[in-house]
């Protein structure tokens, strides 16, 4: 009778604790699913505003929300007096598990995101990179899609892209045709010279600035050889490099100048016979 008189008596103290602890519980579990939609929200608008692809925004917005909803569950289990440091062990776990067994994937997701938000390449871009060459067709969470000249399809996985050097022949808008014309040791080399500075001034894809650069760069084992580098624009690179040789082996042909070919001279020398 006594201990029951003793838990009447204590019972309004008991009810006033655990409602207030219940009470708190609450509002922690409200204010925290509240913020998580927030944090999502800014989170997905921040992806947005960098123009990352949709499927990134929206699996990072998950993440996110996951993330801080698990922290709100486990600060109001606490408060209702329940013991987290277990349950924060097994999430924990559960964690690096799903870590470890994903790892790859995780890998190319977090190369994929840091490409998209870096963007060391766009889609129409044409790059070296992972070991391959091609157009950039489609950049996903996991690989990305090139396509190479002759129309073939190459999936590299994002993280070999990023671990290595990226050169980027589409990035800026300006390229320099780095081309060696080689003219026989007969030749004027002053004509030669003034013939392919007439070749670049005449031609259609050349570009006034930044000026071109014609020069004698190295005499040969069977050839002067000049340095052509003239700057055109990247859409027109190729245009430029295949019309460019072209005109010059027609021009020096026509000037009567010889672009010589390797060539060895061969002595024989006889001895008498024994």
């Known amino acids: 009778m006594n201990e029951l008189s ?103 997701f977090a190369a994929g995101v840091l490409m998209v938000l870096f963007k060391p390449c766009r889609v129409g871009d044409y790059v070296e990179a992972g070991g391959v060459a091609g157009t950039v067709d489609e950049i996903t969470i996991f690989s990305t899609k090139m396509l190479t000249p002759d129309n073939k399809v190459i999936i590299v996985p994002n993280t070999s892209i990023m671990n290595g ?20 040791y007969d030749a004027d080399i002053r004509q030669a010279k003034q013939l392919l500075c007439s070749i670049l001034e005449n031609n259609q894809y050349v570009l006034k600035e930044p000026e071109y650069i014609v020069a004698v760069s190295s005499l040969g084992d069977s050839s002067v050889n000049f340095v052509v580098r003239p700057w055109v624009k990247t859409s027109d690179y190729w245009d430029a490099h295949f019309e460019l040789t072209e005109t010059i ?11 010589p070919y390797p060539q060895m001279d061969v002595h024989i020398k006889e001895t008498p016979a024994a």
């Open 6 to 108: 003793g838990l009447i008596e204590q019972a309004p103290d008991l009810i006033m604790t655990y409602s207030l602890k219940l009470l708190f519980a609450v509002i922690i579990f409200v204010v925290g699913r509240y913020m998580s939609n927030v944090t999502k929200k800014l989170t997905v608008k921040l992806l947005e505003k960098r123009e990352v692809d949709k499927t990134v925004v929206s699996f990072v917005g998950n993440i996110v929300w996951a993330i801080v909803l698990t922290l709100t569950i486990i600060a109001t289990l606490g408060q209702i007096g329940v013991q987290t440091a277990s349950l924060v062990a097994v999430v924990g776990a559960a964690g690096l598990a799903v870590g470890l067994a994903l790892q790859g994937s995780l890998s190319n």
């Open 165 to 184: 050097s990226i050169i980027n022949y589409s990035a800026m808008e300006k390229r320099r045709v780095d081309m060696v014309i080689g003219v026989s």
């Open 249 to 259: 082996k027609l021009s020096l042909d026509e000037a009567g100048i010889g672009i």
